[in-house]
């Protein structure tokens, strides 16, 4: 009998510095020659997944990676003043070039929340920095990012492991990666970052459940021991990442030698997300 073939999608979601971890992931999938139909990532994973949609090897996501530096990315150097996310956006210019969404040769989408709906948006067009770097807008931290009529914050307040969206875009099945499994612990500080970031734990934790739900296989790198907001441990995020990749790889085959289904789960609600 004829197999059809499965279109299966691949989301790297949220962490901060953590991810790095998905380097790593690159790595081993790239290895098995594993290739994906459509690309989704929330935060640190919307920056890696268009590295990935753009074709990009993970020796070549490695070399940029070493380059990256804190101060280069949150520029502002008064306490409580978040910084324009003009670094992140540099970053994704800088290796990419200044270019669409639409113009990656693979299929790929950043998730992020329009402050003013408040609602959470999928963007697949549009100027892909701008779209990554409001992916990547922690409140409190950067300054949300005007794109088209919306201001955009981080993905991660509302869907923070997207393994919802490629199924929106005919994937069958889905891998995900969560590269901070652990996220959520709480402060005894009354400091406002120290209360934000607690606050946005609790947040992205909840919807880390909505990750786990919508994906077929999960992959979660051990990343406890590191800062979400230090760019120390590349090369150890890389290696938890890989070998947490080479774990998961008997599922991950699995889906790749699965029959097409006769109907793709849809497991969110379409009109709770603005497509662009």
């Not at 990666?177 to 996220?183: A, F, L, M, Q, Y």
């Amino acid at each position: 009998m004829f197999k059809r073939k499965p279109k299966i999608g691949l989301v790297f979601g949220g962490g901060g510095a953590r991810g790095f971890s998905h380097i790593g992931v690159v790595k081993a999938l790239q290895e098995f020659g594993l290739e994906f139909d459509y690309i989704a990532g929330t935060s640190a994973g919307s920056i890696i997944g268009a590295l990935v949609a753009a074709g990009k090897n993970w020796k070549e996501i490695y070399e940029e990676a070493k380059k990256i530096k804190t101060k280069d990315i949150r520029t502002s150097k008064i306490p409580l003043v978040p910084s324009k996310t003009d670094g992140i956006q540099n970053l994704v210019k800088n290796v990419l070039g200044d270019i669409n969404i639409q113009d990656l040769p693979k299929p790929f989408s950043a998730v992020a929340v329009n402050i003013k709906a408040p609602k959470e948006v999928c963007i697949s067009h549009g100027n892909l920095a701008k779209a990554i770097a409001g992916s990547c807008c922690v409140p409190g931290v950067f300054v949300p990012v005007e794109f088209d009529d919306m201001l955009l914050c981080d993905g991660g307040l509302q869907n923070t492991i997207p393994a919802d969206i490629p199924r929106y875009f005919g994937c069958d099945y889905v891998v995900a990666v969560d590269c901070h499994k652990e996220r959520t612990y709480g402060t005894d500080s009354q400091k406002l970052f120290d209360v934000l970031s607690c606050a946005i734990r609790i947040l992205m934790k909840s919807n880390a459940v909505k990750g786990y739900v919508n994906a077929d296989v999960v992959i979660a790198p051990e990343t406890k021991r590191f800062k979400a907001s230090r760019a120390e441990g590349l090369e150890e995020m890389m290696e938890e990442g890989y070998h947490a990749t080479i774990d998961a790889m008997p599922e991950i085959m699995k889906l790749f030698k699965k029959r097409k289904p006769f109907r793709s789960k849809k497991y969110s609600d379409p009109s709770e997300i603005d497509f662009v």
